[in-house]
């Protein structure tokens, strides 16, 4: 089992900054990613980063704005988002995948832990 707690969030004006942090428990994971849901919208890949190496793949739409990060022992995962934009309004979820299996990292069903979620509103 892994537990997931989601800090940071909250209200940014465009062109702003915010840091979300994850705190990861229980057992090892083989990555974990950051997701977002808007409201009437399909919950979207955002950034991973596998468990075993610090490889890290980021959605089209924040690459080069967002940085994903973690400790070395895996425990916490961050999200750094830079230039923000109202477009990146959403629920923030934190999610760990405990093995490889048939999904892309990328897809959100390679995910079976996920965090309650955090909201970033930026205003424009």
């Known amino acids: 089992q892994v537990q997931l707690v989601e800090t940071g969030g909250g209200l940014a004006p465009a062109g702003g900054s915010l840091r979300l942090s994850c705190a990861r428990s229980?057992?090892?994971?083989?990555?974990m990613g950051w997701f977002r849901q808007a409201p009437g919208k399909e919950r979207e890949f955002v950034a991973y980063?596998?468990?075993?190496?610090?490889?890290?793949y980021y959605a089209d739409s924040v690459k080069g704005r967002f940085t994903i990060s973690r400790d070395n022992a895996v425990t916490m995962l961050y999200l750094q988002m830079n230039s923000l934009k109202p477009e990146d309004s959403a629920v923030y979820y934190c999610?760990?995948?405990?093995?490889?299996?048939?999904?892309?990292?990328?897809?959100?069903?390679?995910?079976?832990?996920w965090g309650q979620g955090t909201q970033v509103t930026v205003s424009s």
């Open positions: 229980g057992s090892s994971v083989a990555a």
């Open positions: 980063m596998r468990g075993s190496s610090e490889t890290t």
């Open positions: 999610a760990a995948a405990s093995a490889y299996g048939s999904y892309h990292f990328t897809h959100r069903l390679a995910y079976a832990y």
